[in-house]
């Protein structure tokens, strides 16, 4: 009887664990649905199949031991994962802070000008000269008919 690789189960898990794949190649084919349906428990439970398969303690569905387990490779996997979760929390928070103020900026230079501050029940808005305006919250019709005064009035 011809056991699984490690190699192809690390791969399989650290690639398309979310799915389940590394599950359906060692056997388990209901473990590998259930984690397909739950996308690898939101993540959770793939990461802790590739934690297990890199420490060498997981095994196929009839109970073999992954055939040539390598400690390296599966220390430089749980390295390569945690550097990459830092580093994606980084990029992320990098990329949404230039995101941001990339439309700050292009706001600012489209709505150039004189504009007034106004504060209504349910929102907070920036009139702007040239008829345009930026708000958070919920504007009413009521609303509206007072930013367009405020615009007129600005011109």
Known sequence: MQRKSFLITEVLAILLGWLGAHRYYTGYIGLGVLQTLTLGGCGIWALIDIIFISLGKYKDAKGQELEDYNKNIGIAAISILVILTLCGNHLSKTVEKTIINNNSTEINNYYEGESKEVS???AQCTVYKNGGYACVGELT????????RITAELK
């Open 120 to 122: 209504f029940e349910n």
């Open 141 to 148: 019709k009521e609303n509206e008919a007072e930013i367009e």
